[in-house]
């Protein structure tokens, strides 16, 4: 593989560095105190969806212990070309025949995909060398997928540029070639006029820009939790459409609510044998305002330490106004279609 060009390799570095539980399940169930807003007025969404895969690599990853035994790095990434919605996105790990590796075998700590050139719509400032970058999707360990459904989706230009950071470990006793797959959807014919398109805003429960890690301690005894918080003015008056938490081993929930308290969403944690296994996503549609403060929350297990954790909510908004809500008439024989919002899995 070519070496990427320093500088973006040194502003997705820089950018973020850990493993993304973002996404979807339309069985998942919402806080109960969650305020959801139907979705009204809605433009007919961007068409028929056309299936994309990209594959990344090789690695040539050593067995486990060995010189090269993981890849821990940052480059330039292939996407589709064009102009597109950008409608789902799932990741996997398969070797040079496209068979899979199991998720513990080959580990896929973290790939995270940037934009780089545009601005981070949560941390403005988040920039390496001139040069801005805006988080837009990514996965873990659990390898969860990211889905909108229609009317939204992410809007991807004809220049667009996309950069990645990535860290891949194999936990086998055998070497292996590697390569990272991502399959997303994408609508050619998404428009502004049809499709409202998402801003990504990943808040951090304690630094900005998202992304930093820090230590637990370790010091709380049995059952002791580690708790932190963070504050963000939302930039707009908007909807979150969906919310993907983000945390590493140790991790038990990232929250997100709103500035009197009410809950937006609650990305729990579950574990398979001592291991993050699945990290539970919020759709939702819920109201924010322009400079409301959100508070994102990560509590860790804090009996034991765990080094270079992270914390972060996901969201996905659409800083757009659906207007006034349809008023039914006494000819309508059935009631407003309520879409289901959000992510879809
Ligand atoms: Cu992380």
Same mark, same amino acid.
């Given at each position: 593989?070519?070496?990427?060009?320093?500088? /973006?390799?040194?502003?997705?570095?820089?950018?973020? #560095?850990?493993?993304?539980?973002?996404?979807?399940?339309?069985?998942?169930?919402?806080?109960?105190?969650?305020?959801?807003?139907?979705?009204?007025?809605?433009?007919?969404?961007?068409?028929?969806?056309?299936?994309? #895969?990209?594959?990344?690599?090789?690695?040539?990853?050593?067995?486990?212990?060995?010189?090269?035994?993981?890849? +821990?790095?940052? =480059?330039?990434?292939?996407?589709?070309?064009?102009?597109? =919605?950008?409608?789902?996105?799932?990741?996997?790990?398969?070797?040079?025949?496209?068979?899979?590796?199991?998720?513990? +075998?080959?580990?896929?700590?973290?790939?995270?995909?940037?934009?780089?050139?545009?601005?981070?719509?949560?941390?403005? +400032?988040?920039?390496?060398?001139?040069?801005? #970058?805006?988080?837009?999707?990514?996965?873990?360990?659990?390898?969860?997928?990211?889905?909108?459904?229609?009317?939204?989706?992410?809007?991807?230009?004809?220049?667009?540029?996309?950069?990645?950071?990535?860290?891949?470990?194999?936990?086998?006793?055998? %070497?292996?070639?590697?390569?990272?797959?991502?399959?997303?959807?994408?609508?050619?014919?998404?428009?502004?006029?049809?499709?409202?398109?998402?801003?990504?805003?990943?808040?951090?429960?304690?630094?900005? %820009?998202?992304?930093?890690?820090?230590?637990?301690?370790?010091?709380?005894? %049995?059952?002791?939790?580690?708790?932190?918080?963070?504050?963000?003015?939302? %930039?707009?008056?908007?909807?979150?459409?969906?919310?993907?938490?983000?945390?590493?081993?140790?991790?038990?929930?990232?929250?997100?609510?709103?500035?009197?308290?009410?809950?937006?969403?609650?990305?729990?944690?579950?574990?398979?044998?001592?291991? /993050?296994?699945?990290?539970?996503?919020?759709?939702?549609?819920?109201?924010?305002?322009?400079?409301?403060?959100?508070?994102?929350?990560?509590?860790?297990?804090?009996?034991?330490?765990?080094?270079?954790?992270? =914390?972060?909510?996901?969201?996905?908004?659409?800083?757009? +106004?659906?207007?006034?809500?349809?008023?039914?008439?006494?000819?309508?024989?059935?009631?407003?279609?309520?879409?289901?919002?959000?992510?879809?899995?």
């Amino acid at each position: 593989m070519a070496s990427p060009a320093r500088p /973006i390799r040194a502003i997705l570095a820089a950018l973020l #560095v850990g493993a993304i539980g973002v996404t979807a399940d339309t069985g998942a169930p919402r806080p109960a105190a969650a305020a959801v807003t139907p979705v009204y007025n809605a433009p007919p969404g961007g068409g028929p969806t056309t299936e994309i #895969v990209e594959k990344f690599g090789p690695f040539q990853l050593d067995a486990y212990g060995g010189a090269h035994w993981q890849d +821990d790095s940052a =480059g330039v990434v292939p996407r589709p070309d064009g102009a597109y =919605g950008l409608k789902y996105v799932t990741f996997d790990l398969v070797d040079e025949n496209g068979n899979p590796f199991g998720h513990h +075998d080959v580990h896929m700590h973290h790939f995270v995909i940037g934009a780089v050139g545009k601005k981070d719509t949560a941390c403005p +400032d988040r920039q390496v060398q001139g040069v801005d #970058v805006q988080p837009l999707i990514g996965t873990g360990v659990e390898r969860t997928p990211i889905a909108f459904s229609d009317p939204y989706a992410l809007e991807v230009k004809a220049d667009d540029l996309w950069g990645a950071v990535w860290h891949l470990m194999n936990m086998t006793d055998q %070497p292996h070639t590697v390569y990272v797959k991502y399959t997303m959807g994408v609508q050619y014919g998404a428009t502004a006029d049809n499709t409202r398109f998402l801003t990504p805003y990943w808040a951090d429960a304690r630094h900005c %820009p998202a992304g930093d890690t820090w230590d637990v301690p370790g010091n709380g005894g %049995p059952g002791g939790v580690e708790v932190r918080s963070k504050t963000w003015a939302m %930039p707009d008056n908007g909807y979150i459409v969906g919310i993907g938490g983000h945390m590493h081993d140790g991790g038990i929930s990232i929250a997100t609510e709103h500035e009197d308290g009410t809950p937006i969403c609650e990305n729990a944690a579950i574990y398979v044998q001592g291991l /993050i296994d699945k990290i539970t996503p919020c759709p939702t549609h819920d109201t924010v305002t322009k400079g409301e403060l959100l508070k994102v929350t990560s509590t860790y297990d804090n009996s034991a330490p765990h080094e270079a954790v992270m =914390g972060m909510s996901v969201m996905y908004l659409w800083l757009g +106004d659906q207007g006034t809500p349809p008023s039914s008439t006494t000819t309508t024989t059935r009631p407003v279609p309520v879409v289901t919002p959000g992510f879809t899995g």
